[in-house]
Each structure stands twice: as structure tokens, then as C-alpha cells.
């Protein structure tokens, strides 16, 4: 409908429509570093207007881990260990340029995030929050979720509050991945902001025809 040619993304172009796609919701919070996380890969940039200072694509999405990693169910505490390990040793380089970096500010875009968050709002709370922009999950909040999730079985992640049923086989991994970049940028606590890569399609859409 919008008339945007179909094409292979690149990691990079991938990262930067994230955050295109969580920064047009979010201009006022000045520097921002912006995650997202999906099934094959998760994304990372920051900046401070329209365009990312710094964009990258790593290969720690949800389903790509567990398939490399969960062979039983529940998940061996083994596997659960060798996957925080590995999700350290990916992120290690983006942590480091990102301590290079000014930003105020974590938010986390995409669905799988979004999940995370509300899966750790609701063992707290009865009820969803009273706005997606006051959501948010803390290092404490992911910790607990994770140490949840690591004992849990398939059937028990269908059922847990807030969480496709459909996406229970990447939610460990995705909240491992997650955890492990809070840690090493020492985010301690990350705000939902919606909008990734669809959104990040529509805004970079928009900035090309305001331009021409």
C-alpha cells in the first residue's frame, strides 16, 4: 500500500528501522539507546534525533538460541548457563561501544520485548498498566523472570500471563538475551516504547517523501 519496494535488510538497516521505529513515538527523552530483540536476531542502536549514531544487528534472537541451546524440557540448568554465556560473549562488543556513548536513556522495542515486560508487570501486579508508556521491567523484575522461566516447562510458559502461547519455545532465550545486555550496559531498569521495524519502515518512508 505504501508503495515501499520489497528487499533483503541488511543487520545494520534492520537496526537503524528499529529505532526509527521506537524513536518517532519518543523524541523528547533526548539520547536514547534503543533494543529490540526477535526471533533470529536483535538489534541495538543509539542516537539523539531522526538518525542512529550507532545501529547493530547481533544473532541472539529468541528462537535462534533455543534452538542452538534447549534440548529438554524443562531446560537443563547446563544449557540455560551455556546460553548466558554465549549471549555475553555476542554482546561484549556492543557493550563496549556503547559505554563509549552519551545516552540517558533504554528503551526496548518489539514484540518479544514487549511480552517480557508484561509477563514481569503482571506477577507483580493484577493488572496491565494504565499506559504501555508507563511499562517498564527492571534488572530485579527480569532476573526473577528468568530464574521462572529456567524451571518452567513448555505447558507452564503457555499459561503464564502475558505471553503468546505461541512464542513459549523463545522466551527463555530472549529473556536471557536480554538480562545480558541490561547487565553489561548496566540498564537498570528498560522502558517499552511501541514501535520496531514495520513502524521504522513507515517513518523512513515518510522522512524520504518529506525530503523529496
Given amino acids: 500500500q505504501l508503495g515501499i519496494p520489497l528487499r533483503v535488510l541488511s543487520g545494520r538497516e534492520e537496526a537503524r528501522l528499529a529505532y526509527l521505529g521506537v524513536r518517532h513515538r519518543r523524541r523528547r527523552h533526548g539520547p536514547v539507546a534503543v533494543i529490540a530483540i526477535g526471533g533470529g536476531s536483535a538489534q541495538v542502536a543509539h542516537g539523539d534525533g531522526a538518525c542512529p549514531r550507532y545501529a547493530t544487528s547481533v544473532p541472539l534472537g529468541g528462537s535462534r538460541l533455543a534452538q542452538q541451546f534447549i534440548r529438554h524440557d524443562p531446560p537443563r540448568s547446563e544449557e540455560v ?7 555475553q560473549r555476542i554482546w561484549r562488543p556492543v557493550v ?39 511499562l517498564t521491567i527492571t534488572q ?23 505471553l503468546d502461547p505461541g512464542r513459549q519455545d523463545q522466551v527463555l532465550a530472549a529473556a536471557v538475551t536480554l538480562l545480558s545486555w541490561m547487565e553489561g550496559c548496566r540498564v537498570s531498569t528498560l522502558s517499552y516504547a511501541p514501535g520496531s521495524i514495520r513502524e521504522g519502515l513507515v517513518a523512513a518512508h515518510r522522512m524520504r517523501r518529506g525530503a523529496a
Fill in 81 to 87: 548457563e551455556a546460553l548466558r554465556r554465549a549471549a
Fill in 96 to 134: 563496549r561501544a556503547l559505554s563509549r556513548a552519551r545516552w540517558r536513556r533504554a528503551l526496548g522495542g518489539s514484540a518479544m520485548i514487549y511480552q517480557l515486560m508484561m509477563a514481569a508487570h503482571l506477577r507483580r501486579h493484577r493488572r496491565p498498566p494504565a499506559s504501555l508508556h508507563r
Fill in 140 to 162: 530485579r523484575s527480569l532476573r526473577e523472570l528468568v530464574a521462572r522461566l529456567s524451571v518452567s516447562t513448555a505447558a507452564t510458559r503457555t499459561r503464564l500471563p502475558g
